[in-house]
T-cell receptor, first 115, second 117 residues
């Protein structure tokens, strides 16, 4: 079956512009994660959605970052007024139940470059 | 604080040679333990995981890992690497004590594996 997809695969933007990154999780997965992967760093947790529960936004680095998940499926991560330090690969993952014993299935990521 | 350390940023191994990638964690109890692999241009894929029981865990693609409580380690091994194993490998830890965050994993910085022909 289809895996997790993300779009765009690459995004180059100018400092100060807004960007939207999209994630399509595996159908039926109730949990969805966004991570940021910077060069030489591990995965940095950004936000977690589980069903209809309030998302855990504790990992969002600033109020320029926001995310939503519509209809329990597709998610969009928005970065407003992008800064050069926002340059990274943004990964989305989904899982059946969202517990940390559950396998997370990752998309290929969106590479964001802020000039 | 909880943490995961992968001491080797990159490792170079000849094709056919054995491999061991190190992972150490800091946590107040035995956590859930995972290894994921990220091949170029692809998402991360689960190789194996340990929750309890037998401390030697078998995974996909011929990989295994051994949990050593006394060393707080969960090293990944493969007896003979193939060129297709060139990728980045991430160790991750799932907290078991705080059920309020039972969906989070703590990730190592990754080890990039380079295969020499």
């Amino acid at each position: 079956g289809a895996g997790v997809s993300q779009s765009p695969s690459n995004k180059v933007t100018e400092k100060g512009k807004d960007v939207e990154l999209r994630c399509d999780p595996i159908s039926g997965h109730t949990a969805l994660y966004w991570y940021r992967q910077s060069l030489g760093q591990g995965l940095e947790f950004l936000i977690y959605f589980q069903g209809n529960s309030a998302p855990d936004k504790s990992g969002l680095p600033s109020d320029r970052f926001s995310a939503e998940r519509t209809g329990g499926s597709v998610s969009t991560l928005t970065i407003q007024r992008t800064q050069q330090e926002d340059s990274a690969v943004y990964l989305c993952a989904s899982s059946w139940t969202g517990t940390n014993t559950d396998t997370q299935y990752f998309g290929p990521g969106t590479r964001l470059t802020v000039l | 604080a909880q943490s995961v350390t992968q001491p080797d940023i990159h490792i170079t191994v000849s094709e056919g040679a054995s491999l061991e990638l190190r992972c150490n964690y800091s946590y107040g109890a035995t956590p859930y333990l995972f290894w994921y692999v990220q091949s170029p241009g692809q998402g991360l894929q689960l190789l194996l995981k340990y929750f309890s029981g037998d401390t030697l865990v078998q995974g996909i693609k011929g990989f295994e890992a051994e949990f050593k409580r006394s060393q707080s380690s969960f090293n990944l091994r493969k007896p003979s690497v193939h060129w297709s194993d060139a990728a980045e490998y991430f160790c991750a830890v799932g907290p078991t004590l705080n059920m309020d965050s039972n969906y989070q994993l703590i990730w190592g910085a990754g080890t990039k594996l380079i295969i020499k022909p």
